[in-house]
């Protein structure tokens, strides 16, 4: 029997509790709201990302960017490295009011990358990687600015010049 607190004192039934309540309030707040799962999950894989140290950040359309300190020059070079090791085709290489563009092909996808010069020693990747007409390839994009920053690891080293 429940305790005196809780029970109904005409028929002697036992009322329901408090938490009960919450719970289906709770149920009700989760079915209202389960199409905002994918906000949850996006935020909590950027938030992951740059926990783990790498830097790199998605939209909820799987493009992925990244921001180097060097050169577009440099990144050009970086970029060209990591694809070749990928062994995806470069198709254009062309100059852009704000840096560079690339297209490029790897096994049925379209790689479309995007370096902007921000300032003379800091440019942004953009990497988008479709397979089809609606698809996109996440991994991908996250691999290939993954590669580049290993090329960007293997460049040269500038010196400084005076200090």
């Known amino acids: 029997m429940a305790p005196a607190n809780y029970m109904c004192q005409k028929e002697g039934t036992a ?12 149920g009700g707040i989760l ?29 909820l359309d799987s493009v992925a960017y990244r921001t180097f300190t ?10 060209l490295s990591a694809l070749k090791r990928m062994d995806i085709k470069v ?3 062309e100059t852009a009011p704000d840096g560079r563009h690339f297209v490029a092909q ?11 010069r921000l ?3 800091t440019t942004r990747m953009r990497v988008s990687v479709k397979h089809g007409w609606i698809f996109r390839d996440r991994a991908t994009a996250g691999e290939i600015i993954a590669q580049t920053e290993h090329s960007v690891d293997l460049l040269p080293t500038v010196t400084q010049k005076g200090k």
Not at 32 to 59: E, H, I, P
Not at 70 to 79: F, G, L
């Open 15 to 26: 009322m329901p509790s408090h938490g009960l309540k919450v719970l289906a309030l709770s």
């Open 31 to 59: 079915l209202a709201t389960q199409g905002c799962a994918a906000v949850g999950l996006s935020a909590f894989g950027a938030g992951a990302g740059v926990a783990g140290g790498t830097g790199t950040s998605y939209t």
């Open 70 to 79: 060097m050169s577009s020059d440099d990144m050009r070079r970086a970029t």
């Open 91 to 93: 198709q254009t290489d």
């Open 106 to 116: 790897a096994g049925g996808r379209t790689v479309d990358i995007e370096l902007e």
């Open 119 to 121: 300032t003379a020693r």
